[in-house]
């Protein structure tokens, strides 16, 4: 939707204020996105399609529709029956260098308020000791570059071996990115790609992340985690964890050697690089299901140690959001499915790689579909109240049938309400234990 229909729809929308009888009769949705999956959810509720310059009352948007939506320029103003997907700068978490600096900024105002939870240990790495924090070290180490190069030469000093990864800020897919394994590396690709960082549109930035360079294999592969958190508010925040996660395997086995440093199909394991090596199975998608990697981790290393693994992850996914909630403009009308990517080592350690705003609708097999016609399902189930006509008014507390395959994971207003009646603290979701099963 561009900032001109935008403008002549709210003329004729700005004055509507509630629902009436008239629209109760039919809901209306528009997409962005015309993905069966999406649609068909739509259409099993009797939603009725409309475009984007008639009346909605739930809008699955691009983020650039939803960003005009709310842009001051817009004048656009929602009325109490409208919802959408996006919250409006969803990018404080869903961009790979704001990400890390809002985590940054939540370490330091933890520390100054001395909270136990920004605790530090001394760590030694080779001959140079460094400290590192306790609990809240699970992003990779990471510089924002050009503008933090010199802050990231004095840290890859410290251990020259290590191995880093340089990601453009602004593209997905795995587009742009390439390991380094020293210094002169990184000069020579900036030297080549002349003007590396900058763009016909401006200056482009990049972060360059320490590798984890550890990974815990399966069958020799390197994995990831794609997890969907959906945040119905931030402040207080809600968020909500979607049990049906799946784990993304590269298709060659892992090889740290460095004749394999640019080979993609080695290190990266997003599907849309994987689909295209000569070893992708498109029957399975290269895909296990978290069930299938709790039975192999209970398996190989115990149900104690699995058990403790999950609940690091939904601890990092908590502590990841409470760090961008202050920032986040909490708009009611909205709610946000993020897609995280998680690696875990082989210290069964999670660390986070990423947060995406927009995870793929695509489905690459026909298990992949049956889960993101799901997730869709039950995310419309959970912002929506027990009526299913989209109300902003609504408390937001979905019961626990609506909720589905998403379990609680915060709900800061219940948990201060616990609080008040000295039941307990910060509440993360009771049915830890049985996560993910
Ligand atoms: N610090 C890291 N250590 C090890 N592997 C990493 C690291 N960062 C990224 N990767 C690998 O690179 C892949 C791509 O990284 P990332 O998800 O950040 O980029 P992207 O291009 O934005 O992908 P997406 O399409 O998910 O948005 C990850 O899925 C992971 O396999």
Not at 10 to 33: K, M, P, Q, V, W
Not at 347 to 364: D, F, G
Request: some cysteine; aromatic content about 12%; glycine content about 4%.
């Amino acid at each position: 939707m561009t900032q001109d229909q935008i403008s002549r729809k709210t003329n004729f929308y700005g004055r509507a204020n509630s629902f009436s009888d008239n629209e109760c009769s039919g809901i209306t949705y528009c997409t962005d996105l015309e993905k069966s999956i999406l649609t068909n959810n739509f259409e099993k509720r009797g939603w009725k399609q409309v475009t984007s310059e008639e009346y909605w009352n739930f809008y699955w948007a691009c983020v650039q529709s939803c960003r005009n939506i709310f842009s001051v320029d817009s004048g656009y103003r929602m009325n109490d029956n409208q919802m959408i997907n996006h919250f409006p700068n969803h990018y404080e978490l869903s961009r790979k260098d704001l990400l890390v600096k809002n985590i940054k900024r939540y370490r330091k105002d933890l520390e100054r308020d001395g909270n136990s939870l920004a605790e530090k240990a001394e760590l030694n790495w080779s001959s140079t000791a460094s400290t590192r924090y306790l609990h809240l070290d699970f992003v990779p180490v990471t510089f924002v570059l050009p503008a933090d190069y010199n802050m990231f030469v004095e840290e890859y000093r410290k251990n020259p071996q290590s191995t880093w990864i340089m990601k453009p800020c602004g593209k997905s897919q795995g587009a742009g990115i390439f390991l380094i394994n020293n210094l002169s590396k990184l000069k020579r690709w900036s030297r080549e790609a002349k003007n590396a960082f900058h763009t016909p549109v401006g200056k482009e930035s990049y972060v360059i992340s320490r590798y984890i360079d550890n990974p815990l294999l399966i069958g020799g592969k390197k994995f990831d985690l794609r997890l969907y958190v959906l945040v119905t508010s931030f402040r207080p925040l809600k968020a909500y964890l979607f049990k049906q996660g799946f784990c993304r395997f590269c298709t060659v086995k892992y090889d740290t050697s460095v004749t394999e440093l640019d080979n993609m199909y080695v290190h990266l394991t997003n599907v849309s690089v994987q689909k295209h090596g000569t070893e992708y199975n498109s029957l399975h998608g290269g895909k296990w299901s978290l069930q299938n990697l709790a039975l192999y981790l209970e398996g190989t290393h115990g149900k104690e140690v699995t058990d403790r693994l999950f609940g690091s992850i939904s601890w990092l996914i908590v502590h990841s959001l409470k760090a961008v909630a202050p920032v986040m403009a909490n708009d009611r009308h909205c709610f946000e499915c993020y897609g995280y990517d998680i690696i875990i080592d082989n210290n069964l350690k999670p660390w986070l790689v990423e947060v995406n705003a927009s995870p793929s609708l695509t489905s690459t097999t026909v298990t992949d579909r049956i889960l993101k016609y799901k997730l869709i399902d039950n995310i419309l189930s959970v912002v929506l109240p027990p009526d299913g006509i989209p109300d902003v008014r609504w408390n937001k507390i979905p019961s626990e049938d609506a909720l589905g395959n998403f379990e609680l994971l915060l709900d800061e207003e219940l948990a201060a309400q616990e609080e008040n009646q000295n039941v307990a603290h910060i509440r993360i979701s009771k049915s830890s234990t049985n996560r993910w099963k």
